[in-house]
Nanobody
Framework: QVQLVESGGGLVQPGGSLRLSCAAS????????MGWYRQAPGKQRELVAA???????NYADSVKGRFTISRDNAKNTVYLQMNSLKPEDTAVYYC??????????????WGQGTQVTVSS
């Protein structure tokens, strides 16, 4: 069994910052790509940022220069530092990870989601 547990969401004013964390636990042999997605009401889930096991990153155009994704492989944790937040960043943010278990099979896992609300 593998679990992804997110934390760090909340209410913040426009221009503020938040840091999301997502920790993976369970029967993990290795973690490959990790990422953050978001889903706003009435919209499809979209990729926000992703990071490979080697540290290569990519970002949605809408967050480039404002958000930074990072990971701590020793802690099986991925982070999303969000700066200069805008009301349009309001969404439920989901952690995603491609994890290989001890059976040497890779599966895609999702966190439960954490709400980020940007409002004055």
């Amino acid at each position: 069994q593998v679990q992804l547990v997110e934390s760090g969401g909340g209410l913040v004013q426009p221009g503020g910052s938040l840091r999301l964390s997502c920790a993976a636990s369970g029967s993990i042999f290795s973690i490959n790509a990790m990422g953050w997605y978001r889903q706003a009401p009435g919209k499809q889930r979209e990729l926000v940022a992703a990071i490979t096991s080697g540290g290569s990153t990519n970002y949605a155009d809408s967050v480039k220069g404002r958000f930074t994704i990072s990971r701590d492989n020793a802690k099986n944790t991925v982070y999303l530092q969000m700066n200069s937040l805008k009301p349009e960043d309001t969404a439920v943010y989901y952690c995603n990870a491609a994890i290989t278990g001890w059976a040497r099979k890779e599966y895609d896992y999702w966190g439960q989601g954490t709400q980020v609300t940007v409002s004055s």
